[in-house]
């Protein structure tokens, strides 16, 4: 299924329910928390990485980090009960953590686990689990914040992405999706191109659906349990991120299509229809370079699935209405 603009509603100004305008630079990782809380991971000025956390009913951002050196956040998780916020970045890949109430950083035992590309936690909460460069994952007691396991240190893959339940998908060999439960591996199906963007897979938050997406332009949503393939569309250009609803049957995506911009498109899972459009020049509000200040670059959908965020290259945080 290809898109089709002219059919599609707009995901327009009528739906904005919120601004965040604190960020300097661009956000690159939005996650919500089951309790609606926002976390937004940033690449502030200088090279100085910002997480910023926002309350659920729109009040101000707690500052959790601004540190040198960690000038690219690659991924954020809550614990399932909110109260613990994990994160990563490019500088060291360190495994970095929160009181996500206080703000209060835990005290991570040394050594700490480092190269770090993905971040969640257990079903349970008990571990935070980290993504290094194999499939065997590492895990940190939430209790004593002390590694447990370090994980694996080669082989690995494309794109990782751990779901709420803490189940592991990734690309392998380019192509082909991958999916690790319990230490079991198991290929889904493949692309007809590249499974390489950072955030080019996204689990629904029951963990039973999972989209991929590659560098031409192909989105699938596969069911976890059956392994089965439920749809598949098709972008004019490079998927840069993507979302799925909380159960599944909703898919958000963003791909730099358009000359100089990118495009949020929303997609219909169970009907395989697209159903919603949102251009860049519909995000350019209180951003100064209207170039390139609101490209699209992340984007998340709220627990109770009526709302999702879109995180842009100027920093500014966009929390719509689903139509």
Known sequence: MKFDDAKASALDDTLVIRRLTEHTSMVKVVVFADDGRLATGANAVEQMGEIRIWGADGTASQHLL??????????????????????????????????????????MRKPNLDGVRAVGFSRDGSEALGVVYSTKLARVSTATWKVIAKGG????????????????????????????????????????ATIYEDRALAWSRDGRRLASTDNSGGIKVWDLASGAQLSEFKESARVNACALSPDGSLLLTIAMNRPGGSTVRMWNVDDRRHVATRKRSELEVGVEDSEIGAEPQSVAFVPDGRSFAIGTWGGVVVQLRVP
């Open 66 to 107: 601004r540190r040198e050196h960690c000038f690219d956040v690659k991924d954020l998780a809550f614990s399932p009960d909110s109260r613990w916020l994990v994160a990563t970045h490019q500088g060291t890949g360190e495994l970095l953590g929160w009181d996500s109430r206080t703000g209060k950083p835990v005290a």
């Open 153 to 192: 240190d080669e082989g690995g893959g494309k794109a990782p992405r751990l779901s709420a339940q803490g189940v592991l998908a990734l690309g392998i060999r380019d192509k082909e999706l991958c999916v690790v439960e319990n230490g079991v591996e198991r290929v889904l199906g493949a692309h007809a």
